[in-house]
Structures are given as structure tokens and as C-alpha cells.
């Protein structure tokens, strides 16, 4: 089974809109954490976004926003207020258990493409 | 800038060949974590170091190995190149012992393969 299921492949959003790129995971380790990553055209992968098992609320980061549905092991990705330079690839993430040595596991990735 | 660095950041090279792939963690991380992005892929999870040991391995070949240094930089080679081995290879690197700490990546080194 995958470990992590982005379902979009591509979406499209109109500047200043919100948009929200889902995203599920599947683990049985009561201990996780969750990312995403944007990866531009240029290629590189920068972080965006982390949300703990155990974290009571939904995590925030500027325009950034986790829905963390636990029960429903999905963690989407909201974007508010969406900009042209928010075009790129986006992929979640987890990491099982607490230990520095374990693995991370990406999704497939969605591409957003931002309307002007 | 994630402080991580990778070089080269273009590789050409022909099948059967080995290349050898470099990677400089954040100043002060002890984790290297390498990928492999081909094409319309997602970022498979290749191999992990921890402080110069081998700590988790994903679906990495037999004809790659990895190694990282007692002043931490790790290096990935790959031998008997293939047209498929042609990607975009990501290190990453990744600090504490905290389980917030995500990982932080490297620009990457696109190999090519001809």
C-alpha cells in the first residue's frame, strides 16, 4: 500500500484564491510527522509546512495552512490567497515514528498552476 | 539557500560509466538523506547516514553505494550507468534528535545519462 496519496495530479487556481491540494497518508505508528515541500521549475525542494501526530492544532505558516483530519489520516495542504510565484510542484510527506533514523516517504506530487 | 550543497549541479555522462555525486550537509546536521527524482516521479528515498553510519535504506541499486565522511559530507556513487539512472538526485540533510526536524535539501545534481 502507499504510504502517502496525492489524488491530484495537476490543479489550477485563480490568483488570490485559495486552494487546498489533499493529500493521505497511511501508517499504523502512532507516532508521525507530516510535511510539504514545494519544488518550483528551478528544480529545488523547500520546506513549507510541518504538523506533528500529536499536535492538537492545525499548523500555520504565513499563506500556509495543514487540515490535519486524523481519524481520516488525511493532512491537506491550504493555501490562501494564492500567487503567481505559487506555481510549482507540491509533494507531502511523513516520517514514521520518533527516531532520527527513519525514513521519509513522498507522495506522487501535485501541480498547481496559478491563474493570473 | 537551504545551507545544503550539492555539486556538480550538471552531470553528462554515457552509459556504463561511474560518477560520483557530492553532498555538504547544514553546518551542524548529522543525517544525510539522498533521493532520486526521474522524470514525472516522485522523490524516491534512496539511502540514510547518521554521524558516518548507515542508518535506513530504501530502494537503493546494488551498483550505488553511499558513504558520509567523519566531517560529515557524503558522497553517492554510481557505477555501470544506465540511459535509466538519468534523474535529478537530492541530498538532504537533517539535524536534532526532535521529531519537528524535517529534513532541509540540497539544489540537487541532474545527472544524465547519453
Known amino acids: 500500500a502507499q504510504k502517502i496519496t496525492q489524488t491530484q495530479p495537476g490543479m489550477f487556481v485563480q490568483e488570490k484564491e485559495a486552494v487546498t491540494l489533499d493529500c493521505t497518508y497511511d501508517?499504523?505508528?502512532?507516532?508521525?510527522?507530516l510535511f510539504w515541500y514545494k519544488q518550483p521549475s528551478s528544480g529545488e525542494m523547500i520546506f513549507l509546512i510541518y504538523?506533528?501526530?500529536?499536535?492538537?492544532q492545525n499548523a500555520t505558516e504565513g499563506r500556509y495552512s495543514l487540515n490535519f483530519q486524523k481519524a481520516r489520516k488525511s493532512a491537506n495542504l491550504v493555501i490562501s490567497a494564492s500567487q503567481l510565484g505559487d506555481s510549482a510542484m507540491y509533494f507531502c510527506?511523513?516520517?514514521?515514528?520518533?527516531?532520527?533514523?527513519?525514513?521519509?516517504?513522498f507522495g506522487s506530487g501535485t501541480k498547481l498552476n496559478v491563474k493570473p | 539557500d537551504s545551507g545544503v550543497t550539492q555539486t556538480p549541479k550538471h552531470l553528462i555522462t554515457a552509459t556504463g560509466q561511474r560518477v560520483t555525486l557530492r553532498c555538504s550537509p547544514r553546518?551542524?546536521?548529522?543525517?544525510v538523506y539522498w533521493y532520486q527524482q526521474s522524470l514525472d516521479q516522485g522523490l524516491q528515498f534512496l539511502i540514510q547516514?547518521?554521524?558516518?553510519?548507515?542508518?535506513a535504506k530504501g530502494n537503493i541499486l546494488e551498483r550505488f553505494s553511499a558513504q558520509q565522511f567523519p566531517d560529515l559530507h557524503s558522497e553517492l556513487n554510481l557505477s555501470s550507468l544506465e540511459l535509466g539512472d538519468s534523474a535529478l538526485y537530492f541530498c538532504?540533510?537533517?539535524?536534532?534528535?526532535?521529531?519537528?526536524?524535517?529534513?532541509?535539501f540540497g539544489p540537487g545534481t541532474r545527472l544524465t545519462v547519453l
Open positions: 501508517t499504523s505508528d502512532p507516532s508521525y510527522g
Open positions: 553546518s551542524g546536521d548529522l543525517s
Open positions: 510527506a511523513m516520517r514514521e515514528g520518533l527516531s532520527n533514523f527513519n525514513k521519509f516517504y
Open positions: 547516514y547518521y554521524n558516518g553510519e548507515e542508518r
Open positions: 538532504a540533510s537533517r539535524g536534532g534528535l526532535a521529531s519537528t526536524d524535517t529534513q532541509y
Open positions: 504538523q506533528g501526530s500529536y499536535d492538537q
